[in-house]
Nanobody, 127 residues
Framework: QVQLVESGGGLVQAGGSLRLSCATSGRTFSSYAMGWFRQAPGKERESVATISRSGGNTYYTDSVKGRFTISRDNAKNTVYLQMSSLKPEDTAVYYC????????????????????WGQGTQVTVSS
């Protein structure tokens, strides 16, 4: 079992930056592939960025490529999402998720692949 706690959300103007953090506790952090997902009001949850257990492979949805960076620090049991050049359409609740086990180098892109979820953190981008 792992517990996930997101932080770093808030209100920012378009063009600004935020860094989300997801601190984990429980089993060895490197046992988990990690991902960031988001859900805007009235929309389905979507995958934003995911990272392999090794940290060597990442995936980004097209709308955030070049603007967002996912990273993990296995020593600190934390995964990050650096968000830059934010747009109003990035407004959503952002969730951190963990997949237990699986490939060391694979990036899991679907929400149904993940076993544990954080409570979410609100990101609001004003125009």
């Amino acid at each position: 079992q792992v517990q996930l706690v997101e932080s770093g959300g808030g209100l920012v103007q378009a063009g600004g930056s935020l860094r989300l953090s997801c601190a984990t506790s429980g089993r060895t952090f490197s046992s988990y592939a990690m991902g960031w997902f988001r859900q805007a009001p009235g929309k389905e949850r979507e995958s934003v960025a995911t990272i392999s257990r090794s940290g060597g492979n990442t995936y980004y949805t097209d709308s955030v490529k070049g603007r967002f960076t996912i990273s993990r620090d296995n020593a600190k049991n934390t995964v990050y999402l650096q968000m830059s050049s934010l747009k109003p359409e990035d407004t959503a609740v952002y969730y951190c998720a963990a997949k237990d086990g699986g490939s060391w180098s694979f990036t899991y892109r679907l929400g149904r692949d993940y076993d544990y979820w954080g409570q979410g953190t609100q990101v609001t981008v004003s125009s």
